[in-house]
């Protein structure tokens, strides 16, 4: 999914804000231009090798993209493991090293991460309702804080669409 028409977020990008898997709070108001994608990931899904493409994604443009990583449990229990137990996993398997949030729920209802809630209201971001289809769903921020594209889990990080939208 594309934002056509340039719409612009009733609420800033910029205010939000998420507790890491460090244990640290990381303000997106130090994402000012930058692109950003986040994408909800969980370590015992089909798509997981997506963390590798993340990873040489993030390696190629980490100048210009900023990646961060949301584990859920939200589909099929595929995220049971603790914010350690993601965090070694994401390591030792894949390299990670773009930043990785606390385990929350990032689909729409009570508890929803606020990031996620941000990014699947329109009344919010400006034009999205759609909430992450499956693990390894991404949404991609402009430089400017808006909310550009919607890429459903089955597109890979690497592929001529995802890179077409990082350059534009």
């Not at 934002?3 to 997106?28: A, I, M, R, T, W």
């Not at 929350?104 to 289809?133: A, C, H, M």
């Not at 499956?134 to 890979?156: C, H, R």
Request: net charge neutral.
């Amino acid at each position: 999914m594309l934002q056509e028409k340039n719409v612009k977020p009733s609420v800033s990008f910029y205010s939000l804000s998420v507790h890491l898997n460090n244990g640290n709070d990381f303000s997106f108001e130090k994402l000012r231009g930058k692109k950003v994608m986040i994408v909800n990931t969980a370590s015992n899904c089909g798509y997981t090798g997506q963390y590798s493409e993340l990873q040489k994604l993030y390696e190629h443009s980490k100048q210009d993209l900023f990646i961060l990583a949301f584990p859920a449990n939200d589909f099929k229990e595929q995220e049971k493991g603790s914010d350690e137990e993601i965090a070694q996993f994401c390591r030792v398997n894949y390299g990670v090293s773009f930043p990785v949030a606390k385990k929350s729920r990032v689909i729409k209802g009570d508890g929803q991460n606020k990031v996620f809630e941000w990014l699947t209201y329109k009344g919010l971001n400006g034009w999205n309702d759609k909430e992450p289809s499956w693990n390894f769903s991404k949404y991609l921020i402009d430089e400017q804080g808006n909310l550009t594209n919607y890429f459903d889990p089955a597109v890979s990080p690497l592929s001529e669409q995802v890179l077409k939208a990082l350059q534009s």
